[in-house]
C-alpha cells in the first residue's frame, strides 16, 4: 500500500528528477518528470524542470514546448518566460527571445535577478543593431548591478558600434576597474582607440588581451593592423 501511494505521488518522481538533474542525468531525469507528469500532466513544477533538462541537453525546441505548456497553465510563470527566452536566443529567434525577457521584467520589474534580463534584453538589441536600445537596456543593468564588468563592456561596445569612440573607450575602463584582467575590455578599448587612430594606445590594449588568451585571432589581426598603421604614419613624417 505505501509503495502504490507512493507511486501515485506526482511529487515523489519530482524529486527524482531533481536529484538526477544535479547528477547531470537530464535524459534519466526527463524520464522521472514523465512519470510524474502521468499522474498529473498540469503539473507546472515537473512540466518546468523537464524543460530545463532538455535546455541542459541542447534541445531547445522540446524545451520552448515545456516551457509553452508551463505558460498556457500559468502565464504569470517568470522564469518559465526567462528560460524560454534563453532557448530562443540559442535558437537565433532573437526578436522572439526579446519578448519573453519583456515579458518577465512586466512580471517582476523588483526581482534581484532582473538586471541579468535587462543585460540579456540588451544583448539581443545589440545582435540585431538596435544599438541605441541595447545602450539603454545595459545602462538599467548597471543602474541595478554597476559592479558588472560584462555590462560595462557591452554597453561600450554598444557605443562603439554608433561610432561613439570616447564613450566606449569610457565604458570600458569602467569594466576593468572591476575586472583588470577582463581581456574583452582591453579588446574593446583597443578597437576605440584604433579607430581614434591612437594606434600605440590600441597596440597595448591588444597585447593585454593576447597576454589573457593568446589564441585571440582577432587581437593578433588587429594589432598587426594597428602596428602597420602606426608605421606608416611614422614615415609620413619623416
Known sequence: ???SAKRKNPYKWIKEGFALINLRKYKEAIGFFNRS?????????????KGRAHHNLKEFNEAIACYDRVLKINPE??????????????????????????????????DDYVWYIWHNRGQMA??????????????????????????????GLA??????????????EEALDIEPDY????????????SLNDYEEAIKCYE?????DPMHIDAWFNKKLAFHSLEHLKQRKI
Open 77 to 110: 510563470h517568470a522564469k518559465a518566460w526567462r528560460w524560454k527566452g534563453f532557448a530562443l536566443r540559442s535558437l537565433e529567434r532573437f526578436e522572439d527571445a526579446s519578448k519573453c525577457f519583456d515579458k518577465e521584467i512586466e512580471l517582476e520589474p523588483d
Open 183 to 194: 581581456f574583452y575590455a582591453w579588446y574593446g578599448k583597443g578597437l576605440a582607440l584604433h
Open 208 to 212: 593585454k588581451v593576447i597576454e589573457n
Open 1 to 3: 500500500m505505501k509503495s
Open 37 to 49: 507528469l502521468k499522474i498529473d500532466p498540469k503539473n507546472v513544477e515537473a512540466l518546468f524542470n
Open 126 to 155: 545589440h545582435i540585431m543593431d538596435r544599438f541605441e536600445d541595447a545602450v539603454q537596456c545595459y545602462e538599467t543593468a548597471i543602474r541595478l548591478y554597476p559592479e558588472q564588468a560584462d555590462a560595462w563592456y557591452c554597453k
Open 159 to 172: 557605443l562603439y558600434g554608433m561610432n561613439k569612440y570616447d564613450e566606449a573607450i569610457k565604458c570600458c
